[in-house]
């Protein structure tokens, strides 16, 4: 047995063939997300309607097609209820906590209290009501702090452990979390663009961005009878077709007294932001006419836009300075 076997998880039959790479998996799928990392590349790519986005597995390809489409394939089979997933992990969690009375297994003791709970953590939670004493305690010496979740005690030991980077021969260790996020990105090594330098994260988003090199920059034009309205990217043109010509917004934002509708999973992602002020607010970007976009250059200032005698839905009579 070679020192690389012995790292091998037991029933792994799927092996990392890169160099100095110790990772196995037990399901081909995974061993072909895990290789994307080496490889950089998305090989399974999205065909509907346009759209331009790939991924490393035919599972991840077939999830997003969801987003396209709105289905939920996975119903729930139960008497009067509707709801559907994308998922079938997400169907049995939605049966077995809204339609199944599970037994509770752990039962408080304390006198004149029954409260059943399904995990051992749960009922920890609950007893802090009783001892007025936070169950999970730190081991560490000379701390003594107390928590009332397992999970925030595991957290909070990290305090006294650190953050140990996992790159062979580092020995960096960060006292939290971010600190190690800020370290790791030492460790990318990004590709550069032959033509301007600028380099990326990965190939993938090195050959998006070669697109601006090239002589004939891709515009998509709407192929609706009668409508002229041109995008950059494909994705721009599919809202645009579901939007205005089939009318189709099958996404709709559920917070109350809303109600607004949308064609693209993603604008109502970023819609919600609205109603939901812990989000992360995405910084504006002026608005650009098509003719900057495609020439790939970045101004520096805010443009001045002179709009004589048009409507403003026409996107090519921007004049800018």
């Known amino acids: 047995m070679t020192m690389h076997e012995t790292n091998v998880k037991p029933g792994a039959i799927f092996i990392c063939s890169f160099p100095d790479c110790q ?17 950089g590349e998305r090989p399974f790519k999205c065909e509907y309607n346009l759209c331009s986005k790939s991924f490393c597995t035919k599972y991840h390809l077939a999830r997003h097609t969801l987003t396209h489409s709105g289905d939920r394939p996975y119903k729930c089979t139960e008497d009067g209820c509707n709801e559907g997933f994308t998922t079938n992990s997400n169907l049995k969690k939605h049966i077995s906590r809204i339609h199944r009375q599970e037994t509770k297994q752990y039962i408080c003791t304390f006198e004149g209290c029954s409260k059943a709970f399904k995990k051992n953590n749960q009922l920890k939670s609950h007893e802090c009501a009783h001892t007025q004493l936070l169950p999970f305690l730190c081991s560490h010496e000379g701390c003594g702090r107390r928590f009332s979740q397992h999970g925030k005690l595991k957290r909070h030991e990290k305090v006294h452990k650190g953050y140990s980077c996992t790159v062979e021969g580092c020995s960096f260790v960060g006292k939290n979390w971010t600190e190690m996020t800020n370290h790791k990105k030492v460790h990318i090594v990004r590709v550069q663009c032959d033509q301007c ?11 998006q961005h070669q697109h601006v090199h090239s002589e004939e920059r891709m515009v998509f034009h709407c192929p609706r009878d009668g409508c002229t309205r041109s995008y950059t990217t494909a994705f721009n043109l599919q809202s645009h077709i579901l939007s205005f010509h089939e009318e189709q ?9 809303c109600g607004k509708s949308f064609a693209m999973k993603q604008s109502l992602l970023r819609h919600g932001v609205i109603h939901d002020p812990e989000k992360k607010q995405l910084k504006p970007r002026p608005k650009r006419s098509l003719a900057s976009r495609l020439s790939g ?14 409507s403003p839905s026409s996107p090519n009579n921007c004049i800018w300075r």
């Open 23 to 39: 990772a196995s998996y037990n399901k081909a799928w995974k061993l072909e997300a895990h290789l994307c990392k080496h490889t």
């Open 249 to 257: 917004r099958s996404f709709i934002c559920t917070h109350p007294g």
């Open 297 to 310: 250059h970045k101004p520096k200032n805010k443009p001045r836009c002179i709009v004589p005698n048009s």
């Open 197 to 207: 330098k600028k380099t990326f994260r990965d190939s993938w988003f090195l050959k």
